[in-house]
């Protein structure tokens, strides 16, 4: 007795590793798309204990002076997914306090209503991609006093916060006018006011990779 056995076609094989593909690519592009908005929501989550730890260990004092991102480890005010543990509990002012993209965390005294006054501090993260970056911007962080919320720079990177305060005068000292730099927004403004709207976060966030600064008071 013969038995015909037939096997699958070529063209029966190469749909099957078609849609294969197809359902490949759109796994990949899901995980992408989730793992960017957990990213986007933890850089957010780390901002909000950060700011609220500082406010809280300073709040019976009338400046920031002595902070940093060694003083703000040595506290405890930094969540631990941040930074890698100092065995020899050396903490210096310029200590690597990461972000949850993979970019660096930078915590500075600035200036609040006048020069010198130090009654003011910035969180500062880099590397931020552009859609992350655009959400961030997009978000309501609270213009209350309650929140601390003074301002918000978007910009091409921030290498050192310190020196993005010193260019922009709208960050370094708050007044009721805004900074001549439009992607600086202050809580409030008529023109340039927290949350950002959908053009000025686009226009911003113009970098493949961004920097944020926020400004506590």
Known sequence: MRVNEQGRSMIEMLGVLAIVGVLSVGGIAGYSKAMNKFKTNKVGDQIQMISTNIRTLFSSQRTYAGLSNGMALKAGLIPGEMY????????????????????????????????????????????????????????????????????????????????????????NEVTSAIAADTNTHIPGDSQHGLPYSIIDANGAC???????VWKYF
């Open 84 to 171: 890698e543990a100092d065995s020899a509990n050396d903490y210096s002012s310029d200590y690597t306090i990461t972000n949850a993209f993979g970019g660096k965390t930078f915590i500075e005294v600035v200036d609040q209503s006048s020069a010198g006054d130090q009654m003011a501090f910035t969180i500062a993260v880099d590397q931020i991609p552009q859609s992350a970056c655009v959400s961030i911007a997009t978000t309501d962080w609270g213009g209350d006093a309650g929140s601390g919320l003074a301002a918000m720079w978007i910009g091409a990177g921030v290498a050192d916060a310190a020196e993005t305060m010193a260019a922009d005068s709208g960050l």
């Open 206 to 212: 113009a970098q493949s990779l961004n920097g944020v």
